[in-house]
């Protein structure tokens, strides 16, 4: 068995979008687990130096899932232009084992 993995990184703009994010792409079997922490961000926006109180959340999905997991944060997101990082990992055999299976629909 494969223990390649993908994570995506991404913020939202608060902890209720946060959760209703993480929990469709769960719902949908687009994401094995999402982490959700609070961060404070520095950037630059329409030429200007913004600071947010933002939501990050690290989602990990399967190389297969990755393009339907992409397209779903593109359609779902709140922002216009959502920060949407993508990492290749390696899983530790029992995690992937795992999270191949909370992203295959024939499981429970």
Do not use: F, N
């Not at 913020?11 to 469709?24: S, V």
Request: one cysteine or more; a negative charge; aromatic letters at 4%.
């Amino acid at each position: 068995m494969s223990t390649d993995l993908r994570l995506i990184l991404t913020t939202e703009a608060d902890q209720t979008r946060a959760e209703r994010l993480a929990e469709t792409l769960i719902e949908r079997r687009l994401a094995a687990c999402v982490s959700l922490m609070p961060v404070q961000s520095r950037y630059r926006w329409q030429g200007e130096i913004e600071r947010s109180q933002e939501v990050q959340l690290l989602i990990k999905t399967s190389p297969q899932r990755l393009e339907e997991l992409l397209a779903a944060l593109e359609s779902l997101h709140s922002y216009d232009t959502p920060e949407i990082l993508q990492m290749a990992a390696q899983a530790g055999a029992a995690y992937a084992a795992w999270a191949m299976s909370a992203l295959s629909s024939d499981a429970p």
